[in-house]
């Protein structure tokens, strides 16, 4: 009798030890790293390829590179690396994922599936405020590079010192500085973007970034963003249902019948036309920067050099990509590759200073 009870006190004590190593194991955790090292200062490297990495990184201030895997973020640094670096800092946490990551300043702000918003001060990689938003989170899914996640994702924005967060039909502002609701709105729809004037546009119509009033009489959508810094924020122009454009850089859109064109772009206020061959990256330091056909990064009024490293080919097409002051990233596809990316490091990076 005696044995069976020590069998059974045996037995229940390694089930109890199973469920507390498998608590352990699978259980909700965090991990905050800081950073060690002081904040790095701006790299002034000269035009050209400066380095490949394997993931897309969402460069910071001029000085931090972020990545986000799938369920961690994590800066290094310089951002003219040849490759990635150890971490300066990370944020890791399980199970849930990390759906979208945005940046405004210094400041890193980080969506996860678990509705938490945590916003990471990318000087020192120290949390400087969390909410929970109780919003449900898109179903992102960043591939290998995590590219869609840091450059475009779903349902995050920044603008007028706020970060904006869609789900379930409801956009919330939240300060950048603090955290604080700035305001929230019922807002039916999630594909819509930031202007440089202040604005949140979607496929229902505009509102302000400062109050989530709804802005009107404003031309009908759905829009298409134009010119914008990353991904879908801080846009200068926009064009409406019918294809007509307007400048988004002040408090009120203006019509500009120049920027119908759909090789029209934005420059510091200015409408211009994308030359024919290229494609438009974006806008560094009031330049227009292209891709030509033949995958040479060219800079109006600048250089024109290869994106290679070596006696790399030519032939991959552009992702996904991030043009800065000084810093151009853009994510190598290939369609004919198992994985659909042009090799291990598939992200170059290049100088544009």
């Not at 945005?102 to 990689?125: K, N």
């Not at 949390?127 to 109780?134: L, P, Q």
């Amino acid at each position: 009798m005696s044995r069976v009870l020590l069998r059974s006190l045996v037995a229940v004590v390694l089930v109890a030890a199973a469920a507390l190593v498998g608590w352990r194991v699978l259980g909700p955790a965090e991990v905050l790293s800081p950073a060690s090292a002081a904040y790095p200062d701006p790299v002034s490297s000269g035009p050209g390829v400066t380095g490949r990495t394997n993931m897309a990184p969402l460069i910071v201030d001029g000085r931090l590179r972020v990545y986000a895997g799938k369920r961690q973020v994590r800066a290094d640094s310089p951002v003219d690396a040849k490759s990635v670096n150890t971490a300066r800092w990370s944020l890791r946490r399980w199970p849930a994922r990390v759906v979208g990551v945005v940046a405004s300043g210094p400041t890193v702000i980080t969506r996860w599936s678990d509705g938490e918003l945590i916003a990471i001060d990318g000087r020192t990689g120290r949390e400087a405020w969390r909410v929970g938003t109780d919003l449900p989170a898109p179903a992102a899914e960043g591939h290998r590079t995590g590219a869609s996640i840091v450059w475009a994702p779903v349902g995050l924005y920044v603008g007028d010192g706020a970060v904006l967060v869609a789900g379930g039909g409801r956009l919330v502002a939240y300060e950048v500085a603090s955290g604080a609701q700035r305001w929230a709105a019922d807002v039916p729809c999630a594909d819509g973007f930031t202007t440089l004037g202040g604005q949140f546009f979607c496929s229902s119509g505009g509102y302000s970034l400062s109050s989530g009033a709804a802005l009107t009489p404003y031309p009908v959508g759905p829009f298409v963003p134009v010119a914008c810094e990353v991904g879908r924020s801080g846009c200068a122009g926009l064009r409406d249902k019918g294809g007509q454009g307007y400048l988004a850089d002040g408090p009120a859109l203006r019509r500009v019948p120049s920027l119908d064109k759909t090789d029209a772009t934005v420059i510091d206020g200015r409408v211009v036309s994308v030359p024919p061959g290229v494609q438009a990256l974006g806008v560094s330091r009031g330049r227009l920067v292209t891709l030509t056909a033949d995958r040479h990064l060219r800079i109006d009024g600048g250089p024109d050099f290869p994106l290679a490293v070596g006696t790399e080919a030519l032939t991959w097409k552009p992702g996904l990509s991030q043009v800065t002051d000084d810093y151009v990233a853009i994510e190598r596809l290939d369609e004919d590759s198992a994985d659909g990316y042009f090799t291990v490091d598939t992200v170059i990076i290049a100088s544009i200073r």
